[in-house]
């Protein structure tokens, strides 16, 4: 039937089917685990590099990484933007992948992020969480030049720190509430350093980068105390040595914390050991899977209390609460769900933290 315009009931009709069905469309209600940084992060950009006997699917490690775990016990959406290979900014230390392709660095990810969401809701603005892990390909690209001086340390250091403070604070800027940065982690206790006796070079330069992005960092909430109450520095170089103390090892059940997993020998055929999950790290350079459900636990934990303490007690009880000595890619939380007792090592969040960190410490310190 037609109406006077011209226009027919069907026509209107689905008119306003449609209108009533975009009015109704509903706002996600899910919280979004946002991820930026490099292969201790990437679940699955770099699938062609990792691409290799032992690791899991696209992953530089043997099983899921420590974000899948804490966005499992949080309950929220997993957003992984992290690329393998990333460094903080391309224009302090440029990464590219074998076919001399550029990869996407911190800067660029956040950048990128903003962009295609250039309008998110406030119930995500106040409720979704950033985490930031970043910074150990920028040491392996320089390490050279810093070893020998040729590149300044304290220089380079204050370089780095103040790229990543500044794509905190746009991030920041954008709404968002929740952002969390993780430190260095201990480069100098990787294979790819301790094989090469090169320890005693490594951790200062590890040190120096991780005390001058504390000190960009806070001076980026101080500027701004309201807009940036959210912001916190989690401990992951402290988690790490505290998860290569010998009774962790123990309650981890990792027997090998020394050697990597898989290896390839000059002739480029790759070796894979019997036992990856008993392993710290998988290769010269990445944790293997008991390390990162470790890590995964503990964001968890921190994200919810930001000032909550990780001590040696505090991880032996993490990896005897979630079995951690006896899981695999097959047996976790996120293969066979979370148990009561599980859930209830996760604290629900706290109204009193003071979400800022502080001149003399980090929030989420793992001593």
Not at 318 to 329: E, W
Request: glycine share 6%; charged share 15%.
């Amino acid at each position: 039937m037609k109406l006077a315009n011209g226009s027919t009931l069907l026509g209107w009709a689905s008119i306003l089917v449609y209108a009533s069905v975009t009015i109704a469309a509903p706002v996600s209600t899910v919280p979004n685990l946002i991820i930026f940084g490099n292969s201790l992060s990437d679940t699955g950009k770099s699938t062609d590099s990792m691409d290799r006997e032992g690791y899991f699917g696209g992953r530089a490690s043997n099983s899921y990484l420590w974000n899948e775990y804490t966005a499992k016990l949080l309950g929220m959406n997993l957003i992984n933007k992290a690329y393998g290979g990333a460094t903080t900014n391309n224009d302090i230390s440029p990464a590219t992948t074998n076919d001399n392709v550029t990869i996407p660095s911190f800067h660029d990810q956040v950048v990128s992020w903003i962009n295609d969401n250039p309008n998110p809701s406030q119930f995500h603005l106040n409720n979704d969480v950033i985490e930031i892990e970043i910074g150990g390909n920028d040491i392996l690209h320089s390490v050279t030049d810093l070893v020998t001086g040729t590149l300044d340390l304290t220089k380079f250091a204050a370089e780095l720190a103040k790229s990543i403070a500044t794509d905190i604070q746009l991030l920041a800027g954008v709404g968002y509430k929740n952002i969390n940065l993780w430190n260095l982690p201990a480069v100098d206790k990787t294979p790819i350093v301790t094989s090469l006796n090169a320890e005693k070079f490594i951790k200062p330069v590890v040190e120096a980068i991780n005390s001058a992005t504390k000190s960009y960092v806070d001076a980026v909430i101080s500027s701004n105390v309201a807009q940036t109450k959210g912001i916190h520095i989690f401990d992951l170089n402290g988690l790490m040595s505290l998860a290569l103390q010998p009774s962790a090892l123990a309650a981890l059940d990792v027997t090998d914390s020394t050697s990597a997993c898989y290896t390839e020998g000059s002739d480029g055929n790759p070796s894979l050991c019997s036992n990856p999950d008993q392993h710290f790290f998988f290769d010269i350079v990445h944790p293997a899977s008991r390390m990162h459900y470790l890590w995964g636990v503990a964001a968890a934990i921190l994200t919810q209390d930001p000032n909550a303490t990780i001590d040696l007690n505090k991880v032996i009880s993490i990896a005897d609460s979630f079995g951690i000595a006896q899981s695999d890619r097959m047996n976790n939380i996120i293969v066979d769900g979370i148990t009561p007792s599980e859930s209830d090592i996760v604290p629900v969040p706290s109204e009193t933290d003071d979400y800022t960190t502080s001149p003399t410490s980090v929030p989420g310190k793992c001593h």
